[in-house]
T-cell receptor
Framework: AQSVTQLGSHVSVSEGALVLLRCNYS??????LFWYVQYPNQGLQLLLK??????LVKGINGFEAEFKKSETSFHLTKPSAHMSDAAEYFC???????????FGKGTKLTVNP | NAGVTQTPKFRILKIGQSMTLQCAQD?????MYWYRQDPGMGLKLIYY???????DKGEVPNGYNVSRSTTEDFPLRLELAAPSQTSVYFC????????????FGDGTRLSIL
């Protein structure tokens, strides 16, 4: 069975600083990996996805993530945080043939002025 | 371009009451999902459907029922509301399984008192 661990339930950065949100997955077969963002009182929106093409995946709003098989990681980064990036971020994993996504517990990002 | 529409947005129920959470999508997606989100716990899958007339249990199905009579609609039924069902409920849909992203509604905030 697949699982996802997001390290750090809360991350705080200054505006303009690097954003790094960590995600490690567990899967016995090649995974599909997703990052979603949730703004207050809204549903989840897809930021980016990895589906076995390029290991460096670029998403919306300047975010990107790198798939590292050797480290079983899919960390989310953004070079320069903006106030509008404050939200909760979820990493999720699926595998070929599965109907289901397994979500991590989420990381709440705070951006300080 | 409505996407996934959930109604109602908010509801307060008394213990023992029943209600149906509505979900409709206009993207002709075969796959639909119901999740609950509790603080710090990520999203847990309640039920899912791979097409009209086909439903299956997710991780936390107890106390809930679903039906899927059309491609567009996937209602979630609570028969005997309990305080443990206080949560935010999200409906999602996707074009296919595994490597396709899920599209989420804005959620229904449900309180059982």
């Amino acid at each position: 069975a697949q699982s996802v661990t997001q390290l750090g339930s809360h991350v705080s950065v200054s505006e303009g600083a690097l954003v790094l949100l960590r995600c490690n997955y567990s899967s016995s077969v090649p995974p599909y990996l997703f990052w979603y963002v949730q703004y207050p009182n809204q549903g989840l929106q897809l930021l980016l996805k990895y589906t076995s093409a390029a290991t460096l995946v670029k998403g919306i709003n300047g975010f990107e993530a790198e798939f590292k098989k050797s480290e079983t990681s899919f960390h989310l980064t953004k070079p320069s945080a903006h106030m509008s990036d404050a939200a909760e971020y979820f990493c999720a994993v699926s595998v070929s043939g599965s109907e289901k996504l397994v979500f991590g517990k989420g990381t709440k990002l705070t951006v300080n002025p | 371009n409505a996407g996934v529409t959930q109604t109602p947005k908010f509801r307060i129920l008394k213990i023992g009451q029943s209600m149906t959470l509505q979900c409709a999508q206009d993207m002709n997606h075969n796959y639909m999902y119901w999740y609950r989100q509790d603080p710090g716990m990520g999203l847990k899958l309640i039920y899912y459907s791979v097409g009209a007339g086909i439903t299956d249990k997710g991780e936390v199905p107890n106390g809930y029922n679903v039906s899927r009579s059309t491609t567009e609609d996937f209602p979630l039924r609570l028969e005997l509301a309990a305080p443990s069902q206080t949560s935010v409920y999200f409906c999602a849909s996707s074009y296919s399984r595994s490597n396709q992203p899920q599209h989420f509604g804005d959620g229904t905030r449900l309180s059982i008192l």
